[in-house]
């Protein structure tokens, strides 16, 4: 039985329509041979039953004159018949008249009669008794044997045709079954070859061919729905490496560009600290000149503050993208900290500096963080000033609604159409880090905080004439800021 | 003492005599009990045409000698020939015999053969159908319907089939496969 279990569709199919055939075609020649064999008896018995009235009839004169050679040559006519293997005749007291035995081995002796009439079958073959009667006188009996070797002849004969019969049956059922196999196999064949095609392609899109309705039928449309499931969850995956390799890619490119920025402030500083070391070191440090000492110190002032707002950025990245700002709210009147902004990044010493117009709602006050806040304006003011190629900026204030607007806009290069959707993301600047220092993490800040506060922030820009970013910002930020980012 | 072989040899004659005569008559008495025993089997063989409604019995007859004794009448017992019971009768004058369905003609009578065919055969139709049987060389060529025959020991018979049918019987084919059939020339 575990061959059989081993054994392929195909093989079971086969071995089932030829087992099937082959029972009911037993079953079948069994019931035919068998009916056959007493049918034939029948016919043998009656026709051997006639047979022996028959030769009664012919020796009725004979037994009753006594007349044995009569008698021997009318039973010498049954040796006619090849199935005839003995034949008597008994007289009216029962005793042997007369008797024929087929030339071949020895027949034995006459039986002794029987009075009842009729055929019988035992183990020495066919016999019959018949009685002789004249005019109503019991005057003798026949005996006929048969070896039935005629049935023998038959059965050998129909056993051979029952053999053809069954030879060509299986034959037929074996073409049957390979017809059969191929509506069952095929289509699992068929399946097979597209789960592995579709295993070797790693080709998700690959579908198995509907054949047909039943189990098999389904069985491939459930194969295919399954095939629908991996493609979806494949192009899921591949999209979702694609994004994390992106994000991998623009880390490594933002770590290189900050490892950059903070290496180009260090080295000046290091310079000018050398310096003040070796004056120190020679002596010449008191009789140095104070304004160019006084310069020298500037200068690695600035370089300090630019790598403390750079470190700053960096670590308002890392807290936000862990989530972990926490605001301060406090009532603040927006003009005061607008025009103290822009005084800090705009000294009237600085002639160098794009002029920034100011239009201010003086009557807005909310409750918002100063800190962040400042954050905001100093990244669009100072990205404005970067952009905008030193022609005036705007920064104005209204109220819309309940809500605060913030404009800032210059006339500078502007940010085409596809740059807009992703300057606001992590790492993204719409020009190259050679030509323009930084980070890229200002409106990516921008955007967190506003979006802490419970606001947004959006640009308008076209090529070649400047960009306009609005932030958004409700009244009272405590009322609406993301609940994760709310005041501790 | 030269008497007594004289006797002895005497006495083996008389004795062998005696014992060829007696096997002699056993043979002949045993003989004529199968030709009895045939006699009988004849009536289930041959057909007899339907004898006038005055005769009350069927005769059988022997006409001559009586070789049967009391056999025939013993074998004749309750037999019957289209109906009617069968007597055996002796007779001697040829007249007494137009009953008779059989007529066994002894040997003492075998001149006389001639004439009784002649007698048969000159009866009319409406009597009495006639079987002549006999034993006597050439009865069945003289005009007899049944002659008894000795072949190797064994009775048989010859049939001559015209006599039997000019006297207006029927034999059995079953009955003419055991015998000689005399065919008219």
Known sequence: ?488 | MTRKPRHNRFITILVCIFALTYADLYASAKEYQVKAAYLTHFLKFIQWPEPPPSSRSAAICIIGEDPFGSDLNELMKGERINGRPVEVKRVSRMEDTRACMILFVSQSERERVPSLVRFVRGKHAGDVGTLLVGDSPDFAEKGGAIQFITESGKIRFIVNLEAAEAAGLKISSRMLALAKVLRPR
């Open chain 1, 1 to 488: 039985m575990k061959g059989l279990a081993g054994l392929s569709i195909r093989g079971k199919l086969v071995l089932m329509s030829i087992g099937t055939a082959l029972v009911a075609l037993l079953f079948m020649a069994a019931a035919v041979l068998s009916n056959e064999v007493s049918v034939f008896r029948a016919s043998v018995g009656e026709s051997f039953r006639s047979m022996a009235q028959i030769v009664g009839a012919n020796a009725t004169a004979a037994l009753v004159f006594h007349d044995r050679d009569a008698v021997n040559e009318t039973l010498s006519s049954l040796g006619r018949k090849r199935a005839v293997v003995l034949a008597c005749i008994f007289d009216r007291e029962g005793t042997v008249f007369g008797r024929y035995a087929a030339p071949g081995p020895p027949r034995g002796d006459c039986p002794p009669p029987e009075w009842s009439s009729g055929y019988k079958v035992g183990k020495e073959g066919l016999s019959v008794f018949e009685p002789v009667f004249l005019k109503g006188e019991r005057i003798g009996t026949v005996y006929v044997r048969s070896d039935l070797s005629d049935l023998t002849e038959l059965l050998s004969r129909n056993q051979k045709i029952v053999g053809l019969i069954l030879l060509g049956a299986m034959a037929l059922a074996l073409a049957i079954a390979f017809r059969i196999q191929r509506f069952i196999a095929a289509p699992l064949l068929a399946l097979t070859d597209t789960a592995k095609s579709v295993s070797l392609k790693k080709d998700y899109s690959i579908r198995a061919s509907a054949m047909g309705g039943g189990e098999v039928g389904t069985l491939v449309e459930a194969f295919n729905l399954m095939l629908n499931q991996i493609q979806t969850q494949d192009a899921y995956l591949r999209h979702s490496l694609e994004e994390t390799s992106k994000a991998l890619r623009l880390r490594d490119e933002f770590l290189s560009i900050a490892s950059h920025e903070l290496k180009t402030p260090l080295t000046p500083l290091m310079a000018q600290i050398q310096t003040i070391q070796r004056l120190a070191r020679s002596g010449m440090l008191a009789k140095y000149p104070p304004d160019k000492l006084q310069k020298l110190l500037s200068l690695s002032d600035r370089q300090v503050s630019r790598l403390a707002v750079l470190v700053d950025d960096l670590l308002d990245v890392a807290r936000l993208s862990a989530g972990k700002l926490k605001l301060k709210l406090e009532r603040i009147a927006l003009s005061d900290l607008v025009r103290e902004v822009v005084e800090r990044l705009q000294p009237e010493s600085l002639p160098s500096r794009p002029q920034i117009m100011l239009e201010l709602d003086d009557s807005i006050i909310g409750q918002w963080d100063r800190v962040r806040l400042e954050q905001i304006l100093i990244n669009l003011i100072t990205n404005a000033i970067k952009y905008g190629e030193g022609k005036p900026i705007h920064v104005k204030s209204s109220l819309e609604g309940d809500k605060l607007h913030l404009l800032v806009e210059d006339r500078g290069m502007g940010i085409s159409r596809e740059d807009q959707g992703r300057i606001f993301g992590r790492f993204e600047r719409a020009v190259s880090a050679t030509h323009f220092g930084g980070l890229g993490l200002g409106l990516y800040i921008t955007h967190q905080i506003v979006q802490a506060l419970g606001g947004r922030v959006w640009v308008e820009s076209e090529l070649g004439k400047g960009s306009r970013f609005t932030v958004e910002l409700p009244l009272d930020s405590s009322l609406s800021a993301a609940p994760s980012l709310q005041a501790g």
